[in-house]
């Protein structure tokens, strides 16, 4: 655990128990309640307050609006993701806390998985999508390194409908699509029989309020930028005790 690495790094011998019914993603509903207990040099333990809360409370809180936002599409068939907007040097332990908020985990970083941007596409004509991807991921089979999956990013129909043609596309990644639109996606999708074949995952400015019209759609995945960039800190605190 975090906590364990970070009174180490000021004195190995503190110690810390958490409570019995506290493990990592735990629902807590009732508070004020007592997570843990610290035993120690007080002045040591006083010196690690600071840094111990901002990482806890920076974690709990990534994994309360991931838990949030789960929670809201569960009569869905659309699973939450978060992305790479992460904090600098926080990126496996914010993504640790995503999966513990019951959200899943999109790539790591530039080199588990291929995700074809829109910029990469800008150059390209629409109707042109389709050879233009063939054409790129034809340069993974001199890659030493197999990516987990392939993922395309659209902004429009007509790049979607492209993309149903090109074989070794895992997930296309529909980018700001009105809610109209992605119903179209599924909806040729399906009809074209790739349904289990090609995920779709829908992005781009997805709240609270409006991530549940979105999993209705019938897209697969939903990923969220917010997850990580804009969770707030759950309220903790350090108390002394005799």
Known sequence: MISSAILNAYDPDIEITWADSIEDGSSIKDVPIELATLRGPVGIILSAERVLLNFLQRLCGVATLTRKYVNVVA????????TRKTTPGWRRMEKYAVRCGGGKNHRMGLYDAVLIKDNHL????????????FELLNQLASSDTKPDFVEVEADTLTQVSELYK????????????SLDELRQAVQMRDELGLTGKI????SGGITLDTVLSVAQTGVDRISVGALTHSAPSVDLSL???E
């Open 166 to 177: 090109v074989i070794g596309v895992d997930v296309i990644l529909l980018d700001n699509f």
């Open 239 to 241: 108390e002394r005790i």
């Open 199 to 202: 995920a779709l995952e829908a």
């Open 122 to 133: 800008a150059d390209i004509e629409e109707n042109r999508t389709a050879p233009a991807v």
């Open 75 to 82: 009569s869905t068939e659309a699973t939450i993701f978060d």
